[in-house]
């Protein structure tokens, strides 16, 4: 091996699931061997592998339930505090959950870098608070990353220093503390057999157990983020070749993960047991190979959807065997993110095998169906309730209007004006229109509640515009239960639907009615698929029950930039479920740790 420089010290946290003024860190990490063959796919791009594999993973646990009448009531303290917060100076959709990030990976086109860059537009509303890209030139990981929007990170400048026909990107959103820029991703290190870099879209509910151990056994970790456990893994691996330490990597793996590896001469993408969080392949007319969180991203790069990475697969993509399909994980039946469909993804784009649109349209007629209410005119909540909107009014038979605007050009930070103004940050964002609204009996249609205060000034806004009645309807069932596979969603105690029954909701937004999305009817409509869903935010039973997970807003202590041991930042991280015995559960190593 040739001498490594490193330029700069890189790492980008798993930003799927994501804004803050620019700032830049390239690293490149050079090898003195000499130039690679211009890379390019082979005629043959599913040629399989030539010998046997055994599986490696573990079996996983089967599924857990709660007994208990509120199954998320016993996870967390039992006291409810007013959900109405002191005025805040900035605005957020603080009654959304927030999706980690978007991941894109392509291979064998000598724009890798544009293309990327361009697909990470695509999967913009997937994280906006960091983003970076990876590129593969003459063996070399080069690697631009910044905190904020796609376009503020890259220019022309920063996509020229990314040559190469290979390139890994993401997109990234912070579930607690700063968005420093150590932790936005992809992360590059350095091993003894190479170089590797990694985008990841999930979130591993036992990662401390696993940094506790690494740590114990000499790793030293640069960031906050469960992603760089992942590098750590894999280079304590004594797998060959590369992927199977990806492979023996992924089996001390719990939780959600789809990610994508790069190294000098391959693209490697995985997905979890489970597929929680989605990931799809497609392939240019020039034979490149492209692996999206969403089709939106590949139909902006116009590469012809081929499939979804099954649960459990991993695809590797190289110049000598094309694309090599191997299913090592041994998985259970899917538990694919219902919010996708709900709220995370596009419109225009197939996840799980469904159009997003018409899962959306279908939800809004069931609610006009089972939840029917005399009004005027139907409007949304935009923009993520627009199409749910539409399927409501055709079905009702009643007008959709555009009842409020959304303002896109609304930071989350502004100047708080001197005295201060009922609602400023909603109408800051919203604007509601008289003329659709004055004296009408309106139906709002959203696609989810989480804590009730957004919901609320929005209710308020609308009557003061002269609706004379609001009817809020709601494109998704309750909210009981955080997620731990990579969606961040405040602790169980903040949920509105954890503390409030329907109506006493109904009374603390001001609506003259609220309905929801029945679960049973969301199941029948899934049909046949049903099962293969996630429903933990709904019925608080979680596939892969957690034990150590980070709940928003509390703050990460090192993703701050402070320095200190990890116990100081156990408020941010709150235990699992009573009927699980943590400490038997884990490694003993953890517990000598301590942390």
């Known amino acids: 091996m040739g001498i490594i420089e490193y330029d700069a010290a890189v790492f980008y946290i798993h930003g799927c699931l994501h804004h803050q003024p620019l700032s830049f860190i390239i690293t490149s990490i050079k090898t003195h061997d000499e130039q690679t063959p211009h890379l390019s796919l082979p005629p043959n791009p599913t040629k399989p592998l030539s010998f046997p594999l055994k599986p490696l993973f573990r079996t996983h646990k089967p599924h857990c339930t709660v007994s208990s009448k509120n199954p998320i009531a016993d996870f967390f303290p039992a006291n409810k505090p007013d959900p109405e917060p002191s005025f805040i100076p900035s605005f957020t959709d603080d009654d959304k959950p927030r999706e980690e990030c978007g991941v894109v990976g392509i291979f064998g086109d000598p724009e890798a870098s544009r293309l990327c860059y361009l697909a990470l537009h695509a999967l913009q509303h997937r ?73 990841h879209n999930g ?75 989605p990931l799809v392949m497609g392939r240019r007319t020039n034979g490149a190979v492209v692996f999206a969180s969403e089709t939106c991203a590949l139909d902006l790069i116009e590469a012809t959807y081929e499939r979804e990475v099954n ?42 095998g469904r159009s997003v649109y018409e899962s959306r349209h279908v939800f809004g007629e069931i609610l006009a169906t089972e939840a029917p209410v005399d009004c005027d005119v139907v409007i949304a909540v935009p923009d993520s309730g627009v199409v749910a909107a539409l399927g409501y009014a055709a079905k009702a038979g009643v007008p959709f209007q555009q009842g409020l605007i959304r303002s896109h050009y609304v930071g989350r930070t502004f100047i708080e004006p001197s005295q201060k103004i009922r609602d400023f940050g909603v109408k800051l964002k919203l604007s509601p229109v008289r003329g659709v609204l004055d004296g009408k009996r309106v139906v709002v249609v959203d696609d989810s509640i989480v804590r009730g205060t957004t919901s609320s000034k929005i209710v308020r806004l609308i009557k003061e515009a002269g609706a004379k009645e609001v009817h809020m309807r709601i494109a998704s069932p309750p909210i009981i239960g955080s997620c731990y596979y990579g969606v961040d969603t405040p602790s169980a105690e903040e949920l509105i639907s954890n503390r409030m029954s329907v109506e006493e909701i109904r009374e603390f937004i001001g609506c003259d009615s609220l309905a929801f999305l029945p679960f049973d009817s969301l199941q029948k409509m899934l049909g046949s698929d049903s099962q293969k869903f996630c429903y933990a935010c709904f019925s608080g039973k979680y596939p892969v029950m957690p034990k150590e997970v980070k709940v928003k807003k509390v703050g990460d202590f090192l993703d701050d930039g402070l320095n200190g041991p990890m116990d100081s930042i156990d408020g941010g991280w709150v235990r699992g479920p009573k009927n699980i015995d943590v400490e038997k559960e884990i490694d003993p190593l953890y517990q000598q740790s301590k942390i």
């Open 127 to 199: 994280g906006q608070e960091g983003a970076g890209i990876v590129a593969v030139n003459n063996n070399v990981l080069q690697s631009v990353t910044g905190v904020g929007l796609v376009s503020d990170v890259f220019n022309e400048t920063k996509l020229s220093q990314l040559p190469g026909e290979m390139a890994i990107g993401h997109v990234r959103y912070s579930t607690a503390g700063s968005s420093m820029l150590k932790n936005v991703q992809p992360f590059v290190a350095g091993y003894r057999f190479g170089s590797v870099g990694v985008a």
């Open 203 to 277: 979130n591993l509910v036992n990662y401390r157990t696993l940094r506790a151990m690494l740590e114990d056994n000499g790793s030293i970790f640069n960031t906050s983020s469960d992603t760089e456990v992942v590098l750590h893994l894999i280079a304590i691996s004594k797998a060959r070749p590369f992927f199977l330490r990806i492979v023996d990597a992924c089996e001390k793996l719990e939780g959600a993960y789809s990610m994508v590896f790069v190294t000098e001469d391959k693209l490697v993408a995985v997905r979890d047991p489970y597929g929680f969080r």
């Open 311 to 352: 649960p459990g697969e991993v695809l590797v993509v190289d110049k000598k065997d094309g694309v090599q399909s191997l299913c090592l994980l041994p998985h259970p039946e899917p538990k694919q993110c219902i919010f996708e469909h709900i709220y995370f993804a596009l419109p225009n784009s197939v996840v799980f």
